[in-house]
């Protein structure tokens, strides 16, 4: 398992602003499975009701048995781990579900993934922070 925070980046703009004060911020760390057949991040629902993300849409999903479902899929959310963020969606699991990091997070922060251990790594190429491709067209 990885130690992530997610965080509620409405809330956060708002202490930005001096509208909230930095205590107030709805935050949570939770430890989350890389799961690199997940496209994105997923969260269980009692932990997005307690982060007060809102719904954006519902999204079908398919699962490793090959069953397909419909979920929400909310936004305004800060994800970290390893002292690297970015703002990011989330599909919404059934309560009490194990949060999954996908492949969106592992690619946006530039993470490695230990095989063995299934603990996600800094990538040892870029220490410092994440070094993301950009395609240029001549």
């Keep these: 398992m990885n130690r992530i925070k997610l965080s509620n980046t409405t809330d956060l703009g708002m ?27 997923a969260i269980p629902a009692d932990v997005a009701a307690a982060l ?16 397909v479902f419909e979920v929400s899929r ?26 999954l990091i996908g492949q969106l997070q592992l690619e946006a922060l530039d993470l490695l993934v230990d095989a063995k251990s299934q603990q ?10 994440p070094l993301l491709d950009l395609l240029h067209a001549s």
């Design 52 to 67: 007060g993300l809102p719904e954006l849409d519902r999204r079908k999903v398919k699962l490793a048995d090959g069953s």
């Design 74 to 99: 909310v936004g305004d959310l800060r994800f970290e781990v390893l002292n690297r963020d970015m703002h990011c969606d989330a599909l919404v699991l059934p309560a009490g579900s194990t949060p």
């Design 120 to 129: 996600v790594m800094v990538n040892p190429a870029s220490p410092d922070m």
């Design 15 to 41: 202490a930005r602003a001096g509208a909230l004060r930095p205590d107030q911020v709805r935050t949570l760390e939770i430890d989350a499975l890389v799961d690199t057949g997940a496209t994105m991040l």
